[in-house]
């Protein structure tokens, strides 16, 4: 007869040690516990969806490439399950708070736009689109692609939500690009860092085709791009060779709410040459 699993004391001790390790640094989080307070704080509505939405928040507190008010377009790539675009439609005037979960996802329909209304019917400015291979749940103001940035399809399915605004032609219509997508950590470096620059590099080349320049709005600064990556010297030289040359400011920016221990960091590359 077949015996019920039970784990054996070794997987017991490594998993327990290794739940209190987490538990612990989830109790001593000022995020984590500032994302469960915001949610106490905001009555009707839900808290950020993830911690990385302080990370933002912090960035465009100091930085302000989400806020003024020609800011109209923005794609954040790697999306799920929200945050980011939380704050985002905040900041363009969707919601006051991060906003509540709508209806439910329709998993057949990768062009699910249900979030694009806003709840209450209030409506803010501009476009949001997000992407990501996971689902994610509605967020008012935010239309969002289920699909892998990766897979050269997604890029028209991407296209054909943005408005192509361009009074001369050219080419170009993001205003602001976020992106905050990672592949699984696998622990090996090499294989994360590799990973990291497969993505960084995409997303450059992305850029390059859908990226404002000032000079297609009358602008004194093209449009921004705020890129996650993990410190290395490969990302060192991708940063040199592609970000540098095409952009009037690129900074590197490590927010408090980045965990001090990781590699993570952003690149903030505002006003894009063209
Ligand atoms: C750190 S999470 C993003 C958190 C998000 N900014 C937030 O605040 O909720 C990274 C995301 O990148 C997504 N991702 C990784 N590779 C991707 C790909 N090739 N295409 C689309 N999304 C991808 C993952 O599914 C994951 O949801």
Not at 181 to 187: F, H, I, V
Request: net charge neutral.
């Amino acid at each position: 007869m077949l015996q019920p699993f039970r784990p054996s004391a070794i997987l017991l001790t490594k998993k327990s040690s290794s739940s209190k390790v987490w538990l612990n640094r989830q109790s001593r989080d000022p995020y984590v516990k500032l994302r469960v307070s915001s949610e106490a704080s905001v009555a009707g509505s839900t808290s950020y969806r993830s911690r990385s939405a302080f990370k933002l928040l912090e960035m465009d507190d100091k930085w302000h490439f989400l806020t003024p008010r020609d800011v109209n377009v923005v794609l954040d790539l790697g999306s799920a399950p929200g945050g980011w675009s939380q704050v985002v439609a905040q900041r363009l005037g969707w919601a006051d708070t991060p906003g509540s979960a709508t209806d439910e996802w329709d998993a057949a329909n990768p062009l699910d736009i249900s979030g694009f209304e806003s709840a209450g019917g209030r409506r803010g400015r501009g476009t949001i689109v997000a992407v990501d291979l996971l689902r994610m749940d509605p967020i008012p103001g935010v239309q969002f692609v289920q699909a892998d940035f990766l897979a050269p399809s997604t890029e028209g399915l991407l296209h054909a939500l943005v408005p192509d605004i361009d009074s001369d032609g050219g080419a170009g219509e993001a205003d602001v690009i976020l992106c905050d997508m990672a592949g699984n950590s696998t622990g090996n470096t090499s294989h994360d860092i590799e990973s990291s620059l497969a993505i960084c590099t995409s997303v450059f080349e992305f850029t390059k085709r859908h990226m404002r320049a000032a000079r297609s709005v009358g602008r004194e600064m093209g449009g921004v791009l705020l890129i996650k990556h993990f410190r290395h010297p490969l990302i060192d030289a991708f940063r040199t060779e592609h970000l540098v040359p095409h952009f009037r400011d690129v900074r590197y920016l490590k927010p408090n709410a980045s965990r001090t221990e990781s590699r993570e960091g952003y690149f903030l590359c505002r006003g894009w040459r063209g």
